[in-house]
């Protein structure tokens, strides 16, 4: 199983960009898709989570980001609108896999860098 991870760049505070980030490899079952974040000298924190059930944002991000998911279930996507310069950061894909049935098991995909200018 692996995260590829699309999108990121530099934009200009109040403009938007979008994510996204295909799983691969076939598992047997995605239980959770999201994307996490790591400001430098930060800890990476989460930004948003989606499953079959529930959403979950980062209290700072609500009402600017939308996170997505396609019908597959294999792809997720971040809309960020409204960025700001405290949302830069390396931003990275997340899911909660369960690549064969029995116990599932956290993935990363590599970090997209995020940087929005004043």
């Known amino acids: 199983v692996q995260l590829q991870a699309f999108g990121g760049g530099e934009v200009q505070t109040g403009d938007s960009l979008g994510l996204s980030c295909v799983v691969s490899?076939?598992?047997?079952?995605?239980?959770?898709l999201g994307w996490y974040r790591q400001a430098p000298g930060k800890q990476r924190d989460m930004v948003a989570i989606i499953t079959d059930d529930d959403i979950k944002y980062r209290e700072i991000v609500k009402g600017r980001f939308t996170i997505s998911r396609d019908n597959a279930g294999a792809m997720v996507n971040l809309q960020m609108t409204n960025l700001k310069p405290e949302d830069t950061a390396v931003y990275y894909c997340?899911?909660?896999?369960?690549?064969?049935?029995?116990?599932?098991?956290?993935?990363w995909g590599q970090g997209t860098e995020v940087t929005v200018s004043s």
């Open positions: 490899g076939s598992p047997f079952k995605i239980d959770a």
């Open positions: 997340y899911a909660n896999i369960q690549p064969e049935p029995g116990p599932s098991r956290r993935y």
